[in-house]
């Protein structure tokens, strides 16, 4: 391993220490401690110290959310590498359309190294600190040991697995970084075998020692065995997934079960019976949040037409950077009956609240339609582009009830796992072994209202994860899951608006004619291949 990338292993250890440092106030883990303890002794040599290092992984896998880089472009940018998004504007859109994040040298790719590759690498390395002190450590309970070393198992686990979706080429260690091993170079990325033998091994421990109930927000055995289901997904062991899903639905102690209606999934601060793992943004909890503009970059900005303000119930303020495209509402608009679209997951319609300032002719509660986009009724639109700007449909999955309605900043709980992913991953599973899976999918659709299916096909399952999870980050890798002919297929024919949107339709700036077969993996950022071995691959295609 080369100087420069010791360096940055010793400016990780230093940034471990001053996120415990700064955590002192979190939960009972947390008591404060002279700063005269706060070291590597007291981090890795301690009960507090340990729980204290557990509580900074939290931390750091909420940094690419609450990362100010282009708009908050970590907590957007996979729902922009999608089949259901049109990307109108802004870094975050030339990442959705493939002009950028496309070579190993670009802007995009420098942006994305320290939200994903360096901020997952980080992780991994910190919890097998965290494992390897843990695990000689004398004077702790056997119980309270190893849950310290099941959570940052689990952590591990996340963030090898996430690397490996995103940027396939990647290498897996559980070896700690010392003076002694500081300067080895990693030469070879690890096969496909040493990766899944690690996540699996992780996660099986963590299935055996994390408790069923924990504190919202922390990570809980239905959390592993939900990851564990989905790497069983993405193995081809179908019958590993069916397991862990039907554990998670069905076991007696599990306390998960879906909410009774789509209003209640993102409603206030998200704690309830669905949620598998949510990142907490609110101040003092669990490290403590700073916010985002996840909301801002996904709702219109319709505020900026006069008669209306912004509100809590109309989505709060945003830019409009990334929206549903017409293949998604297509699909949400399928059965009448579905409440996902309506101003549950998405807002299709904005109406005038502002009474003093109500055009002549309009009054408060009246849809506002001054803009329209292409259709058969108007095939130029009525000023189009200001259609997708200011009155564009808007996901407000991720909408806070009671944020102040001047900024576009908000500090909204995130919810990265959920229980209805769960009932989809154990429809396909089942289809695939032979079993039914049509009750669990269909336990998705009738909370929605939608009509049940009465044949489950894997369109169907496409489908239903479109309408249910898009805008969740998980959308790309499920299709890259499905293997490279669907995922081109899908991004060739349904990425962006199309003619929709003449300004991008056909030339450099449509994501369907940008699509190109190897962006399956995202390229390593050339500084970040620079620190690897002289013969480290880089993904095929760049």
Known sequence: MNSKYFYQKVKSGLLLLMTIFLLTSCEEYLEEQPSTLIDLGFVFNT???LKSGIVSLYTFNRDRYERNIQDYMGTVLMSTRADLTFSRSGYTGNMGRYERGVSPIDLGSQFTSPLFWKNYYKIANKATDIINAA????????????QIIAEAKFFRANAYFYLYRMYNNIYVSTTSITVDNAFDLIQDKSSKEEIFALLNSDLNFAIENLDWNVSFGRVSKGTAKHVKAKVAMWEGDYEEAKTQALSVIEDPESPFSLVATTADVFKDNR?????????????????????????????????????I????????????????????????????NDTRDDNTYFRLHFFYNDGEN????????????????ISEENPEGVDYQRYYQRLAPSCVKFAQADVEQDTYFQQTNIIVYRLAETYLIAAEALMRTGGD??????????????????????????????????????????????????????MRTYAGDGE????????????????????????????DLDLLGPNYPQNDGY
């Open 271 to 307: 704690d309830h019976s669905e949620q598998l793992f949510t990142v907490r943004s609110e101040d003092n909890v669990l490290g403590g949040g700073s916010g985002h503009m996840m909301n801002a970059n996904y709702v219109a900005q319709y505020f900026q037409i006069p008669g």
């Open 500 to 527: 929709f949107y003449p300004r991008y339709f056909g030339g450099e700036k449509d994501p369907r004619v940008n699509w190109q077969d190897h962006y399956i993996n995202y390229p390593i950022f050339q500084e």
């Open 309 to 336: 303000i912004p509100d809590s119930e109309q989505g709060g303020r945003g830019f409009s950077r990334v929206v549903p495209n017409r293949y998604l509402l297509g699909l949400l608009a399928e059965d009448e």
């Open 135 to 146: 695990e000689v450590i004398e004077g702790v309970d056997e119980n309270t040991k190893n």
């Open 47 to 49: 009960e507090e110290g």
């Open 358 to 373: 109500v055009p002549d002719g309009k009054k408060v509660g009246d849809t506002i339609d001054i803009y329209k986009p």
């Open 437 to 490: 899976g049509l009750p669990y999918i269909n336990a998705v659709r009738e909370r929605a209202e939608a009509a049940p299916l009465e044949e489950l096909t894997l369109q169907a399952i496409m489908d239903e994860n479109a309408r249910e999870l898009s805008f969740e980050g998980e959308r790309f890798f499920f299709l890259k899951r499905l293997g490279s002919d669907i995922l081109n297929e899908q």
